[in-house]
């Protein structure tokens, strides 16, 4: 069955602090993969993706995120978190190839960020 | 320019009654596509449309919701017979429509409540 798990429920973490938000899938082939954001009262944002090639992206707004295949993982990350950055994380995968568009999501990662 | 437009942005209706929730997307975005975010949940995607014609409506959960895009621009989100578990966070997205590593942008849902 095609699934993304997020693990962490809620995680607080102090502005300054770092930060990883784990993401783990099961899709029986190698998906896209994508992280989004979102805010109170606002539409859900695209943090980064990945699709090929170097297994490390970049984001907006300073994040980053590591695809590992043999770990069926793609982790965020960001070195130096802001207050600004609270707010609730998905993961989210989707097929390469044909007609189907279906993202599965995970249940999302709620940050809470202590000044 | 514009980003996603979702209207209304509050829907409140009675059991059974009948629900038209409308999405504006990108000028120039080929693809639109329909979830639905209950509470604590990520999304769920519900039907996708390329162009007029729904490519994928797999996600849809019963014969009671159907979604239209005639002018391949604007779409429709109707649900017959509301139910209260109908009531959740519709999202609407679209996309350039150039195939699966599409950035999907999001509007900012119309929340439904069916009392």
């Known amino acids: 069955a095609q699934s993304v798990t997020q693990p962490d429920i809620h995680i607080t973490v102090s502005e300054g602090a770092s930060l990883e938000l784990r993401c783990n899938y099961s899709?029986?082939?190698?998906?896209?993969l994508f992280w989004y954001v979102q805010s109170p009262g606002q539409g859900l944002q695209l943090l980064l993706k990945?699709?090929?090639?170097d297994t490390l992206v970049q984001g907006i707004k300073g994040f980053e995120a590591e695809f590992k295949r043999s770990q069926s993982s793609f982790n965020l990350r960001k070195p130096s978190v802001h207050w600004s950055d609270a707010a609730e994380y998905f993961c989210?995968?989707?097929?390469?190839?044909?007609?189907?568009?279906?993202?599965?999501w995970g249940l999302g990662t709620s940050l809470g960020v202590n000044p | 320019g514009a980003g996603v437009s979702q209207t209304p942005s509050n829907k409140v209706t009675e059991k059974g009654k009948y629900v038209e929730l409308r999405c504006d997307p990108i000028?120039?975005?080929?693809?639109l596509y329909w979830y639905r975010q209950s509470l604590g949940q990520g999304p769920e995607f519900l039907i996708y449309?390329?162009?007029?014609?729904?490519?994928?409506d797999s996600g849809l959960p019963n014969d009671r919701f159907f979604a239209v895009r005639p002018e391949g621009s604007v779409s429709t989100l109707k649900i017959q017979r509301t139910e209260r578990g109908d009531s959740a966070v519709y999202l609407c997205?679209?996309?350039?429509?150039?195939?699966?590593?599409?950035?999907?942008?999001f509007g900012p849902g119309t929340r439904l409540t069916v009392l």
């Open positions: 989210a995968v989707g097929p390469r190839a044909g007609n189907n568009r279906k993202l599965i």
């Open positions: 899709y029986g082939a190698t998906p896209y």
């Open positions: 990945y699709f090929s090639g």
């Open positions: 000028s120039g975005h080929t693809a």
């Open positions: 449309f390329q162009g007029t014609g729904a490519a994928d």
């Open positions: 997205a679209s996309s350039p429509g150039q195939g699966a590593s599409d950035t999907q942008y």
